[in-house]
């Protein structure tokens, strides 16, 4: 059993490494300056200038592409937070108090590691002022602090008459219990799955959002040529800007579900007739927040380019956009039922 715990505790290490090499944000937030920064501010502030209703939607929507980039890293760092956080529960007169803390907790020596003497010798350890005041400073300044986190359980409120109660409400709320060896070995093997499972949501889930912020970098690039060219946004700058934002919402779409399918085709590569993957809402909530964004996105592109194709139908340039947005309304509804089906 204690070498299945320093084995468990190497694996736990190695998932935690995983997900603090994500949480540094290497690649997702380095490109995001690169799409906020003068290429966005120099379309905005040509769409803007004029003043116009057609103008002034399709400034709308360049910011609805900008919003998902934000939306998607919200959700991995709050899939993040839901891995490193977990609850505990504070129990007292009043009922159980739950409170966060970290996913890894504290630890206590499990107490059939030692005879009544040792068990003996180790508590008079734990209340030695000398070991207390690790936990609890010998001032009245940190005790009153402590004392004010305390009284924010019910069922800790009363540890607050000596410094050696107040170290032991320290380690409930760092979520330390007394445990048998074999029970350490059947937390550890819960904690272990719930590590597995948090965390391959977390590393596909930043798949999924470094490809939206890709796409999105490449669409703002484009928007900010066009501009640049044409600075007053003529009717051929509008039907350039509208035909990027059709072609950015089925691409966003299609790129944010594509991991998924991805490992469909491997999981059948390797034999299997029939996957659960795309039903797994953890594992598909990004691509699903994803279509609502760019759904809407491309009705809006529409829109537009509906209004265009009625001020002049007959320009090469109106009819090209007509048929990629009859390419882009379709790619958009066939990846619509393919993700949703």
Excluded at 12 to 32: F, I, K, M, P
């Amino acid at each position: 059993m204690r070498a299945y715990l320093q084995r468990s505790e190497v694996r736990l290490s190695t998932t935690h490494r995983v997900v603090t090499a994500l949480l540094s944000g290497a690649g997702v937030l380095v490109l995001l300056p690169a799409i906020g920064r003068d290429s966005v501010v120099n379309v905005l502030r040509s769409l803007l200038a004029s003043n116009t209703p057609m103008h002034t939607v399709l400034a709308a929507l360049v910011v609805c592409t900008l919003s998902l980039t934000f939306a998607v890293l919200w959700l991995l760092l709050y899939e993040i937070t839901r891995f490193y956080f977990h609850s505990n529960h504070v129990s007292g007169e009043g009922g159980t108090t739950f409170t966060p803390r970290f996913t890894l907790t504290s630890l206590h020596l499990p107490y059939d590691e030692l005879g009544p003497t040792g068990l003996a010798a180790l508590q008079a350890r734990r209340d030695d002022p000398s070991n207390v005041e690790l936990l609890v400073p010998s001032n009245d300044i940190a005790r009153r602090v402590i004392d004010a986190q305390l009284r924010a359980y019910d069922g800790l409120r009363d540890h607050t008459s000596s410094d050696s109660m107040r170290a032991a409400a320290l380690l409930q709320l760092a979520g330390v219990r007394d445990r048998l060896l074999v029970d350490e070995v059947a937390k550890i093997e819960y904690g272990m799955a719930r590590h597995v499972l948090r965390v391959q949501v977390i590393v596909l889930r930043y798949i999924k959002a470094l490809l939206v912020v890709l796409v999105t970098l490449a669409s703002t690039y484009t928007l900010a040529a066009v501009v640049e060219m044409a600075p007053l946004v003529d009717d051929s700058a509008e039907r350039w800007i509208v035909a990027a934002l059709v072609v950015w919402a089925p691409t966003v779409l299609f790129v944010s579900a594509s991991p998924v399918q991805w490992l469909d085709r491997v999981l059948k590569s390797e034999g299997a007739t029939s996957t659960g993957i795309r039903y797994d809402r953890d594992l598909t909530r990004l691509e699903r927040v994803v279509s609502v964004v760019s759904l809407a996105v491309l009705l809006g592109a529409l829109v537009c380019g509906g209004v265009l194709l009625a001020r002049d139908a007959t320009t090469m340039g109106t009819v090209s956009l007509a048929a990629a947005s009859g390419g882009g309304l379709a790619a958009e509804i066939w990846l619509l039922r393919r993700i949703r089906r």
